[in-house]
């Protein structure tokens, strides 16, 4: 077994690559491209990313890729209707992340988690999700069991001061992610939870979110262009 251990303990699944403790997913780029060139290590971890779109699976924690395509051309060539998961690259270290559906159908995903993430580029082109978060999934899940406790919804997620004790905010504070440039076109979601976002280029144009948290966040260059945040 690959020896990458997921935040809530539980051990990766995937068959090690020979001469590695790792699989294609977590192998690091370093090692990966040592022992098989950097052409072959693409294609072995794009065919491991299609084994886990095919499996809907998508915990893609602590995965080393070079590219992530989520978009509808991939979808329907591997005849896959929706997402309507979480994905989570928290840890995860990836050059281009690419969620894309096409102008008339969204994409549609829950909750994309961005915890400790380093990203080149995260591009959200024509999607519709819940909530995108840069908080640990441990404080996610603990929140959650709180709202559980005060609302029918299961799915109403919904981060009210009464829920935050003083422990949850220094971990709030904690959040990290690093996405060099992060643009979201044509999105509709609830909440961009984007506490300690470090981003050098960050666009959000002609999208509806229900609201935006930013703090102790760096950002460089910020475009916001024919959006609606209703309070
Ligand atoms: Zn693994």
Not at 58 to 84: H, Q, S, T
């Amino acid at each position: 077994m690959c020896e990458y251990e997921y935040s809530n303990g539980v051990k990766c699944s995937e068959d090690p690559l020979k001469n590695s403790r790792y699989c294609a997913l977590h192998i690091s780029f370093e090692e990966g491209e040592r022992l098989l060139g950097r052409k072959r290590l693409e294609e072995l971890k794009l065919n491991a990313v299609v084994k886990k779109l095919q499996n809907k699976d998508l915990n893609l924690e602590g995965v080393y890729l070079y590219r992530l395509p989520i978009m509808w051309e991939v979808l329907n060539a591997l005849e896959i209707e929706d997402i309507e998961e979480d994905i989570n690259l928290s840890f995860s270290k990836i050059g281009e992340v690419i969620i894309r559906g096409s102008k008339n159908r969204p994409l549609k995903f829950k909750n994309l988690f961005i915890h400790g993430a380093e990203i080149s580029g995260l591009y959200v082109t024509s999607a519709e999700f819940q909530n995108i978060y840069t908080m640990p999934r441990e404080l996610y899940e603990e929140l959650k069991k709180r709202v559980s406790k005060v609302s029918e919804d299961p799915d109403s997620f919904e981060i009210t001061p009464e829920l935050i004790r003083a422990r949850d905010s220094k971990m709030l504070v904690d959040s990290k992610a690093m996405v060099d440039n992060l643009w979201m076109i044509r999105c509709n979601g609830r909440s961009l939870l984007l506490n300690g976002l470090n981003c050098s280029n960050f666009i959000l144009a002609n999208s509806s979110v229900d609201e935006v948290w930013m703090n102790s966040s760096k950002l460089g260059q910020v475009v916001l262009k024919d959006i609606e945040i209703f309070p």
